[in-house]
């Protein structure tokens, strides 16, 4: 029989029990207090810093910036330093010209350029790349060699980072990274990127043609955003050249970029590779064929709108008819149909918005 706890045993196990649930209440406590005491420094930390920049704003013009004792000591704690460029970042992002230089001014007069210099050596991703943003929007272009040693950091975060200041400060050739890239570049950071380049260099379309060849996806797409924002309708050819041939996963942007720098024969040309275009290549086309207003196209449009297999690419095209200002045809057409057929149902959804 196994043998039972006496009573003495049994208040040796409760105290026990007692005891962690104390220390684990203690520990919760002790918790709960620095986090409300992080959160209530920060909340003072910036409204400080709020009335210290506006103040500096206002009266950069009438004196000299002064360094304030009060920040400046508070500037001996890293927490507060690195708090201190969050929000000049968050400022400066805010603020053009005499303000923004002001910004920089405090950014340096308080030494946190070094702070951000060590937040490169930082082992956790989120530091570094904090470190990169700020030595970024501050305009220190000798942390640039440091800046690129980044590139390759196993983290995304710290990679697109760096690979946003290095266009930053270097504009189009900054994208030179492009040509070893492996990994997928994400549409939002290919936004950013395009976001900050301003101007094309006499040699762009060389290296452009180059990446369109790549083998990576992403440096393809990228390319082809460069093309339509910059409107460079010399590279048509080569993109029309590349249509039956591209990669399934670039085919749809490349036909939005060629509606985007369309010549006389684009639509044309566009027309012809229709029969053997994917689904959504067609999709793309005549969404292309509405925005550009193709009034010479309608014949083959009304001809799709009654011939088109799938309803999507039937309410498409009635989208695309209807920005062209054929509105009462579609509504003419609507009442010539009978109830039951695809065609005028998808006109009752599509003109549902229209009339």
């Known amino acids: 029989m196994e043998p039972v706890l006496n009573i003495h045993e049994l208040m040796i196990a409760i105290q026990v029990v007692l005891i962690l649930v104390f220390l684990f209440t203690l520990g919760l406590l002790f918790y709960s207090f620095r986090e409300y005491k992080a959160l209530a420094d920060k909340t003072r930390w910036k409204k400080l810093l709020d009335d210290y920049l506006i103040k500096s704003i206002v009266t950069q013009m009438e004196q000299s910036l002064q360094v304030d004792p009060s920040l400046e000591n508070l500037c001996k704690r890293q927490t507060f330093r690195r708090f201190f460029i969050g929000q000049l970042i968050e400022s400066e992002r805010r603020f053009t010209g005499t303000a923004a230089k002001t910004i920089m001014n405090i950014f340096y007069i308080y030494g946190l350029d070094k702070e951000a210099y060590q937040m490169l050596s930082n082992t956790r991703p989120y530091l570094i790349a904090r470190g990169i943003q700020a030595l970024t929007v501050m305009q220190v272009r000798e942390a640039l060699q440091e800046i690129r040693k980044t590139l390759d950091h196993p983290s995304e975060i710290v990679s697109q980072e760096a690979q946003l200041a290095i266009v930053y400060f270097e504009g189009f050739n900054g994208l030179s990274f492009l040509y070893g890239v492996e990994t997928i570049i994400s549409e939002w950071q290919q936004l950013r990127i395009l976001n900050s380049i301003k101007v094309l260099p006499e040699d762009a379309v060389t290296t452009l043609l180059e990446w369109l060849h790549s083998t990576n996806v992403s440096v393809i797409r990228l390319a082809l955003k460069i093309i339509r924002k910059f409107q460079l309708f010399e590279m048509e050819g080569v993109l029309l050249e590349r249509l039956e041939n591209s990669d399934l996963r670039i085919k749809e942007e490349l036909v939005d970029t060629l509606f985007s720098i369309e010549q006389a024969d684009t639509s044309t040309v566009l027309l012809a590779y229709f029969p053997i275009a994917t689904m959504q290549e067609q999709f793309s086309i005549i969404r ?68």
């Open 288 to 355: 292309g064929l509405g925005h550009t207003r193709a009034l010479d196209k309608l014949d083959f449009l009304k001809e799709q709108l009654l011939d088109y297999p799938h309803p999507e690419g039937k309410v498409l095209i009635a989208e695309a008819m209807a920005s062209m200002g054929q509105i009462p045809f579609l509504v003419q057409l609507r009442e010539q149909l009978l109830p039951e057929d695809q065609t005028r149902l998808v006109l009752n959804h599509a003109l549902k918005s229209k009339i």
